[in-house]
C-alpha cells in the first residue's frame, strides 16, 4: 500500500513552454500532497504544501506564478512549471499524505530537463 | 531552530558491517522522526519512523535509537549489505500535516 506515482519520469523541453508534472496517489486518499525539488547529491528541498481542495502555500523564494500547483481531488495533484528556463531544470518529487497521519510517502520523481 | 543536522555525509562499511547515521535536532516540538533511503534516480522510500515516547524501534535490519534528552536519534543497519548502498535521510515534523524538515542526507557505500 501506500503508493504514489509520478508522470512523466523525465521530460525535455524547450525554453519558454510549459511542463505539467501529475502526481497520484493510488491506494490512498491524500489530503496533503508536498512538491520538492533536488539538486544532484542535495538533499530535498520544499516548494510548496498543498491542501485538497485549497489553494498551495509556497515556501520562501518559490515563484507561485512559475509554479503552478492544482490539487483538485483526493488523488491527484499537478505542478505546472511555466515559462521553463534552464535553470529550471531539476528532479522534482511530490509526496502525499492522509490526514490526522504523519507517513508521508514519495512519487518517484520527474527529470526536468529545460533546453 | 527548524534545522536537522545529518552525519557523516559520507560512510563507507564492509558488508556484514553496522554502520550509524547520526541526526539532531534543535526544535522540541518535533514529534515524528522518519528515515528514507534513496536511490539515484529514484524517490524517497519510507524506511522506518520513530515517535518520541519509545526510546528504540527496530524493523527488520533497521533500528532507530532516540534519546529525547539530547535531542538526538540515530539509524542502524544491521548486516549490512551491497544492497544497501544509497543516500539515507533523516527528517523531523512537529504536526501531521505539516512538511518534514530534511537533514543532508548520508552517502553509504557497502562494498562486498
Known amino acids: 500500500g501506500a503508493v504514489v506515482s509520478q508522470h512523466p519520469s523525465w521530460v525535455i523541453c524547450k525554453s519558454g513552454t510549459s511542463v505539467k508534472i501529475e502526481c497520484r496517489s493510488l491506494?490512498?486518499?491524500?489530503?496533503?500532497m508536498f512538491w520538492y525539488r533536488q539538486f544532484p547529491k542535495q538533499s530535498l528541498m520544499l516548494m510548496a504544501t498543498s491542501n485538497e481542495g485549497s489553494k498551495a502555500t509556497y515556501e520562501q523564494g518559490v515563484e507561485k506564478d512559475k509554479f503552478l500547483i492544482n490539487h483538485a481531488s483526493l488523488t491527484l495533484s499537478t505542478l505546472t512549471v511555466t515559462s521553463a528556463h534552464p535553470e529550471d531544470s531539476s528532479f522534482y518529487i511530490c509526496s502525499a499524505k492522509n490526514r490526522g497521519l504523519y507517513e508521508q510517502y514519495f512519487g518517484p520523481g520527474t527529470r526536468l530537463t529545460v533546453t | 531552530q527548524q534545522q536537522v543536522k545529518q552525519s557523516p555525509q559520507s560512510l563507507i562499511v564492509q558488508k556484514g558491517g553496522i554502520p550509524i547515521i547520526n541526526c539532531a535536532y534543535e526544535?522540541?516540538?518535533?514529534?515524528?522522526f522518519p528515515w528514507y533511503q534513496q536511490f539515484p534516480g529514484k524517490g524517497p522510500a519510507l524506511l522506518i519512523a520513530?515517535?518520541?515516547?519509545?526510546s528504540e524501534k527496530k524493523e527488520g535490519r533497521f533500528t532507530i535509537s532516540f534519546n529525547k534528552s539530547a535531542k538526538q536519534f540515530s539509524l542502524h543497519i544491521m548486516d549490512s549489505q551491497p544492497g544497501d548502498s544509497a543516500t539515507y535521510f533523516c527528517?523531523?515534523?512537529?504536526?501531521?500535516?505539516?512538511?518534514?524538515?530534511f537533514g543532508k542526507g548520508t552517502t553509504l557505500s557497502v562494498s562486498s
Open positions: 527528517a523531523a515534523s512537529n504536526q501531521a500535516g505539516t512538511a518534514l524538515i
Open positions: 520513530i515517535r518520541p515516547d519509545v
Open positions: 526544535n522540541t516540538a518535533f514529534d515524528y
Open positions: 491506494d490512498f486518499q491524500a489530503t496533503t
